[in-house]
């Protein structure tokens, strides 16, 4: 019958929501399995922002500049320049930071597979004792009546002696 429980997908359920019905339902939910690690994670799903960086408005027409203004915007750009080579440092260090963590989240994930497969391997090899055991349950009905009959053929004979021993007394 377990045969046909595991083709047809129909068996025992008692309606319980923890119960594990191994009909070949399951809870991989494409959600969940596809979630991103953050919020803010670009992805095809999540497209997030397409946001820049502009310090300095666009000059949109011809235009003088004064002295002071050029001065200014020389000391921005001096300024900005530095900013941008340590922002460059430092994008580099999030770069490696996001390999790294990828590394580990691969790592950790083919850990996962490991144990998902050796669990259904361990698994597999309860069933098969289970089965294993349940084909020798006649077996042990059997040797149970056998050892039935020998105590019951014991307390006979026992009975017997007793008697002849009373009787010869």
Not at 75 to 101: C, I, P, V
Not at 112 to 119: C, I, L, P, Y
């Amino acid at each position: 019958m377990g045969t046909v429980f595991n083709r047809t997908g129909t068996g025992g359920n008692d309606n319980s929501q923890d119960k594990r019905t191994y009909q070949g339902d399951h809870n991989l939910d494409i959600d969940t399995t596809l979630k991103p690690t953050d919020d803010n994670v670009i992805s095809p799903l999540n497209q997030n922002n397409w946001e820049s960086i502009r310090t300095q408005s666009v000059v949109i027409s011809p235009t003088y500049f004064t002295k002071e203004q050029a001065d200014n915007l020389k000391k921005l750009a001096r300024q900005k320049k530095l900013e941008a080579t340590q922002t460059k440092r430092a994008y580099k260090s999030l770069k490696t930071l996001e390999k790294t963590d990828a590394t580990v989240h691969v790592e950790h994930r083919n850990y996962q597979k490991t144990v998902a497969k050796s669990e259904a391997t361990k698994q597999r090899s309860n069933a098969s004792l289970s089965r294993q055991l349940h084909r020798l349950r006649p077996e042990y009905v059997q040797m149970g009546k056998s050892i039935e009959r020998a105590e019951s053929k014991a307390e006979r004979r026992i009975t017997e002696l007793k008697a002849k021993v009373e009787a010869a007394i």
